[in-house]
């Protein structure tokens, strides 16, 4: 039997990811409410409450970097979704390296495993958050998650997910897009 509650964000599994924004002075915000809205062109949606330090970081550039933590980066992820750019530099204070983007003026963390560079092409106040949607122009990725067909093979990356307020670490694929086939012989 369901019970039904009242509505509220309980999708889970979500991606909790880094994300830089601003030129001059750029700053680092963790985000959870973060996704794929579409594959061609490839747009990324972000929420971001209007009252963070960020927001009009993203709004006036036009631009940000997702960048994609490691497990072993779940404290650095913590301490930016937790201090302001207001008061520190989250950079210095992290010991990360700002790094050159391909596409955009908003640097990527280098120390992140992959770096998602987006321009904006929409804004959505819908609320509590602002849904900035975001045109992935490049990806950058660590050579070591590549396989010897240029592909991105996630398994090398030491993925994390936020469910409920907890960091996950994903422990693995277990079935793979199309493999439905051996799953029916099964029954
Ligand atoms: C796991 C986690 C997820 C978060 N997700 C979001 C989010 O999706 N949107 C948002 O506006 N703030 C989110 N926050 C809060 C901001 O990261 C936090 O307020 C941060 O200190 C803002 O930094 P800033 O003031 O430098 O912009 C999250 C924080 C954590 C720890």
Redesign the pocket.
Known sequence: MKIVKPPSTALSPVP?VLVSCGVDRP????????GVACSEPPVIG????PG????PLIAEAGQFVVNIPRADQVGI??Y???????DVD?WAACGLTPAKASQVRVPLVAECPVALECRVIHCVSLGS?DLFLGQVVAVQADEELLTAEGRLDYTRAQLLA?VGGD?WQMGGPVGHYGDWRPIKRTK
């Open positions: 909790v700053n680092l915000i963790t985000l959870a409410w973060a972000i929420g971001v409450r963070r330090f960020s927001h992820l913590d930016c979704g937790n201090v302001s750019g207001r989250k958050h936020y960091y």
